[in-house]
């Protein structure tokens, strides 16, 4: 289990995160959600020891991350936001040197198995500066989980990639969970929360304002959303709890208009005003 507490950390006058506090269940997928900005990169540095908070603390798995860091790093692992693979290296040798800091025991036999089960194994031998985006994102969470953390750190994970690229990492990152571990997926993806996520929290200037499974949190706005243009050209939406509901109201404004079911960025448009990009 992940325990935060009154989280808060500020850069200047910037405000990252305001007396933050949830909790991630062991065996999980926990989607932190938000646009740039709201504080979803700041809560995994501190997570993973990278960043001290101002205030508040974090135990994982009863550990506390600022007091002894040392002892949370045996426990996890992070696939960063930004891709720091050595590109002057092989994908064996970037398996190796991470395995070797980590003192993994077997090293061999577990990158063996890792280019396998990450389909890696006939590009053994190449550069990552030869790699596809997709193979060195697959390469990031081998490298990740050679170590066998209990823990998974996923920072934008898919940012950047084609969509059929994207759903063979949502494929690893659900065996992850298979395997037993605790995902921690930060993104602005709406799809990939609604797809991926146990609970989501979603953030908004460093506060949460909402938690709980995908459905629970578009059941709490409402199932359908009614589009219609105004006079002006502006799509204006409309949600409501039964589609019923919804043609009742579009036969009221009349044609043209349009009704689908809610989603989680329309979650976060009714809570906070603002979209996430």
Known sequence: MIEVYNLSKTYGRIKALDNLSFKINAGEIYGLLGPNGAGK????????TI???DT????IFGIDVVKTPEKVKNLISCVPQENNLDRELTVYE???IYGMLHKVR??????????LHFDLQERREAYVSELSGGMQK????????????????????????DPQIRRQIWDLIRKAKMEGRTVILTTHYIEEADVL????GILSRGRLIAEGSPEDLKKCVGNFVLEKLDGDGRLIQHIFKSEEE?????KTLGPPFSIRRSNLEDVFIKLTGERID
């Open 41 to 48: 990169t700041t809560v995994v540095k501190i997570l993973t």
């Open 56 to 59: 508040g603390s974090v135990k």
């Open 94 to 96: 970037n398996l190796l």
């Open 246 to 250: 919804a043609y009742v109201k579009a």
């Open 51 to 53: 960043s001290k908070p």
């Open 138 to 161: 697959r390469l990031l969470l081998a490298r990740a989980l050679i170590s066998d953390p209990k823990v998974l750190f996923l920072d934008e994970p898919t940012t950047g990639l």
């Open 197 to 200: 996520c146990d609970r989501v």
């Open 106 to 115: 077997n090293l061999k036999q577990k990158i063996y198995d890792a280019l």
